[in-house]
């Protein structure tokens, strides 16, 4: 098992930036960004394969978030541009197994992912 910190959420402005941080304790496969507002379901966010060269994203966010991973440090970052009001939520971050080939299309599963982070804070203010 692998431990997932997040760091980097916090209290921002309409068009704000922000960048999360997720360091893994050891090695993973794929890697991805998930949220959750008070009172709904977790959805995916964005999502990166284990060698970076794949990555995904959900529509509401494509063209304003962006997802890299350095794996010399284990870490996966999320850079958030042009927040919105609806992007306030708590970001968690996961993680696949490093044996578990996780495909393009999967990225954006839920179930792909087998470790999570405890999540950060952030909001965003009109």
């Known amino acids: 098992q692998v431990q997932l910190v997040e760091s980097g959420g916090g209290f921002v402005q309409v068009g704000d930036s922000l960048r999360l941080a997720c360091a893994a304790s050891g090695t993973t496969g794929a890697m991805a960004w998930f949220r959750q507002a008070p009172g709904k379901e977790r959805h995916f966010v964005a999502g990166?394969?284990?060698?970076?060269?794949?990555?995904a994203f959900a529509p509401s966010v494509k063209g304003r978030f962006t997802i890299t991973r350095h794996n010399d440090k284990n870490t996966v970052y999320l850079q958030m541009n042009n927040l919105k009001p609806e992007d306030t939520a708590v970001y968690y971050c996961?993680?696949?197994?490093?044996?578990?080939?996780?495909?393009?299309?999967?990225?954006?599963?839920?179930?792909?992912?087998?470790?999570w982070g405890q999540g950060t804070q952030v909001t965003v203010s009109t």
């Open positions: 990166i394969s284990q060698s970076g060269l794949s990555t």
């Open positions: 996961a993680a696949a197994q490093v044996w578990t080939f996780v495909d393009e299309g999967a990225l954006s599963s839920l179930s792909s992912y087998a470790d």
